[in-house]
Each structure stands twice: as structure tokens, then as C-alpha cells.
């Protein structure tokens, strides 16, 4: 258990615990005095406007928010891995090097076959990364980050800069790797349908703090087509501040 900007570390829960957190920039106050609570195993999706602070809050929680000022408690597992929208894989490293970054031994190597085998790529270890196609690349990425069995899964946009049909799989992907690796997980995206698609909770960040709370309680496969699906979809939209039509309500 780290903690990062002062508090006390308590007992380990294995989940992220964050109470009262302020993050600013100059004049410019971006979290306010947030609390946010992720048990273990918990996939949470975070939505809010551009420039809401989604990104401030998840770098607080990797402990890589050193531009700011900041107080607060955050509360977050040792072991955390984080993903971005662009796949930030070496491109002098092969596939599995990239996977296996830092780690070394046979064991090493057999995980990160093994990862590269669940997110679809067997066969790829020794291809360079400008050989694979932006998907691909977020495969390894996710690849890499479950590796270590991370006990918490920080995502920021993943699947941002990918096409739609790409991003429907991956969706799949990610949901059947988190089934099985059961990592907490923070996933930052702007996609509402994203969020409801894939997580236990959802959370609508406004003003510096958590504006609304809303658990998903659906199946864990999911139809854009379901009433529940969509009456989550409205909730949130109306959230966010727009409609239906991309106007503001
Ligand atoms: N290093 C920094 N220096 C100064 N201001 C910053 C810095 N990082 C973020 N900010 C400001 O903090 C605010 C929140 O930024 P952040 O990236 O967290 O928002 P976001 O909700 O993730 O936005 P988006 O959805 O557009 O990615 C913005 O106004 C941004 O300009």
C-alpha cells in the first residue's frame, strides 16, 4: 500500500481509498475535495467534461502528478499498472521484450508468452512494434500491464484512438482479462457507452468531485439494445450535460 501527499497508510484493503484530495494548478482548482472508494476487483469508469480533472485524479492515484499542488489521501495498491492512449511500447524492443520490460529469467519470459497469448498475439513476440497496427499495439500494452498481476488497473482512454469496430473488440478483450485477473480497475474514457458496456460503476466527475455515483447493475454481457442499458446511458448523458443529439440540456 502506497500513499502519496501525506496521510496515514492503513491497514492494507488492497483497493483504493481516496478522501478529501485537492489537486491544483495555479489559480486553476481542478480536484476539490474528492472522495472515491474502489474495492478490490471493482471496474469503475470515470466520465466528466474535457478538462474535468479525469486525468489529474487518475495520475494521483499512479503517483505521477508531481506538476500540481496537492493534499489529500489516496490510498492505492503497490502494485499498479497503468495504460494510456497511445501504447507507449519501445519501438528498439521487440513485442515480448516490451511485455517483459524489467522483468528477467525464464519465468519472466514464459508470463509474458503467456499474456501475449491471452490478449490474442501468439506468434507475435519477436515482430517490432511498427509492425502491428494501433490495436495491436494497445494489446501488447495490456499485455505488459497484466503481467505483473496488477491489483490495480489505471486506464486512461485506451481504446481513444481506435477505430469503432476495433474498439468493440477490445471491449470484449478487456472485460474477459479483468474476469480473469480480477485487477481493481479506473478506467477514464469519454465514451458513455464504453462506460456502461463495461463497468460495475460508474462515476461522473464535475466540479472537482465525484457529481454522481451510479452502479450498473446488468449482466456481464451487455446489449447496447437492453432498456437498462440505455436508461443508464440518458442518466449519465443527463450528467454530463448533454442529450441525445449532442446538445446541451
Ligand atoms: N501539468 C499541468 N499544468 C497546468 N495545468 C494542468 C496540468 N495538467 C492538467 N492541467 C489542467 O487541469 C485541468 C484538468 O485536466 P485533465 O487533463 O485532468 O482533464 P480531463 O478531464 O482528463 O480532460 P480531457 O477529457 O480533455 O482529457 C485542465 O484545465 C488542464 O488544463
Request: hydrophobic letters at 45%; charged letters at 25%.
Given at each position: 500500500?502506497?500513499?502519496?501527499a501525506g496521510?496515514l497508510?492503513?491497514?492494507?484493503?488492497?483497493?483504493?481509498?481516496?478522501?478529501?484530495?485537492?489537486?491544483?494548478?495555479?489559480?486553476?482548482?481542478?480536484?476539490?475535495?474528492?472522495?472515491?472508494?474502489?474495492?478490490?476487483?471493482?471496474f469503475?469508469?470515470?466520465?466528466?467534461?474535457?478538462g474535468?480533472?479525469?486525468?489529474?485524479?487518475?495520475r494521483?492515484?499512479a503517483?505521477?502528478?508531481?506538476?500540481?499542488?496537492?493534499?489529500?489521501?489516496?490510498?492505492?495498491?503497490r502494485?499498479?499498472?497503468?495504460?494510456?492512449?497511445?501504447?507507449?511500447?519501445?519501438?528498439?524492443?521487440?513485442?515480448?521484450?516490451?511485455?517483459?520490460?524489467g522483468?528477467?529469467?525464464?519465468?519472466?519470459?514464459?508470463?509474458?508468452?503467456?499474456?501475449?497469448?491471452e490478449?490474442?498475439?501468439?506468434?507475435?513476440?519477436?515482430?517490432?512494434?511498427?509492425?502491428?497496427s494501433?490495436?495491436?499495439?494497445?494489446?501488447?500494452a495490456?499485455?505488459?500491464?497484466?503481467?505483473?498481476?496488477?491489483?490495480?488497473?489505471?486506464a486512461?482512454e485506451?481504446?481513444?484512438?481506435?477505430?469503432?469496430?476495433?474498439?468493440?473488440?477490445?471491449?470484449?478483450?478487456?472485460?474477459?482479462?479483468c474476469?480473469?485477473?480480477?485487477?481493481?480497475?479506473?478506467?477514464?474514457?469519454?465514451?458513455?457507452?464504453?462506460?456502461?458496456?463495461?463497468?460495475?460503476r460508474?462515476?461522473?466527475?464535475?466540479?472537482?468531485?465525484?457529481?454522481?455515483?451510479?452502479?450498473?447493475?446488468?449482466?456481464?454481457t451487455?446489449s447496447?439494445?437492453?432498456?437498462?442499458?440505455?436508461?443508464?446511458?440518458e442518466?449519465?448523458?443527463?450528467?454530463?450535460?448533454?442529450?441525445?443529439?449532442?446538445?446541451?440540456?
Amino acid at each position: 500500500m502506497a500513499t502519496h501527499a501525506g496521510g496515514l497508510t492503513a491497514a492494507p484493503p488492497r483497493a483504493v481509498r481516496v478522501r478529501d484530495l485537492y489537486r491544483g494548478f495555479g489559480d486553476r482548482v481542478v480536484l476539490d475535495g474528492l472522495d472515491l472508494r474502489i474495492a478490490a476487483g471493482e471496474f469503475v469508469a470515470l466520465l466528466g467534461r474535457s478538462g474535468s480533472g479525469k486525468s489529474t485524479l487518475l495520475r494521483a492515484l499512479a503517483g505521477l502528478d508531481r506538476a500540481g499542488e496537492g493534499t489529500g489521501l489516496v490510498e492505492v495498491p503497490r502494485n499498479l499498472a497503468v495504460v494510456f492512449q497511445d501504447a507507449r511500447l519501445l519501438p528498439w524492443q521487440r513485442v515480448l521484450a516490451n511485455v517483459v520490460l524489467g522483468r528477467s529469467g525464464p519465468d519472466a519470459t514464459e508470463r509474458g508468452r503467456a499474456a501475449l497469448r491471452e490478449v490474442g498475439l501468439a506468434g507475435r513476440e519477436r515482430a517490432w512494434p511498427k509492425e502491428l497496427s494501433g490495436g495491436e499495439q494497445q494489446r501488447v500494452a495490456l499485455a505488459r500491464a497484466l503481467v505483473s498481476e496488477p491489483e490495480l488497473l489505471l486506464a486512461d482512454e485506451p481504446f481513444g484512438a481506435l477505430d469503432a469496430l476495433t474498439r468493440i473488440r477490445m471491449h470484449g478483450l478487456l472485460r474477459d482479462l479483468c474476469a480473469r485477473h480480477r485487477p481493481a480497475v479506473l478506467l477514464v474514457t469519454h465514451d458513455v457507452d464504453e462506460a456502461v458496456t463495461l463497468a460495475d460503476r460508474v462515476l461522473v466527475l464535475d466540479a472537482g468531485r465525484v457529481a454522481l455515483d451510479q452502479t450498473i447493475d446488468l449482466p456481464t454481457t451487455r446489449s447496447h439494445r437492453q432498456p437498462r442499458f440505455l436508461a443508464y446511458r440518458e442518466r449519465l448523458l443527463a450528467a454530463l450535460g448533454v442529450d441525445e443529439t449532442g446538445g446541451q440540456t
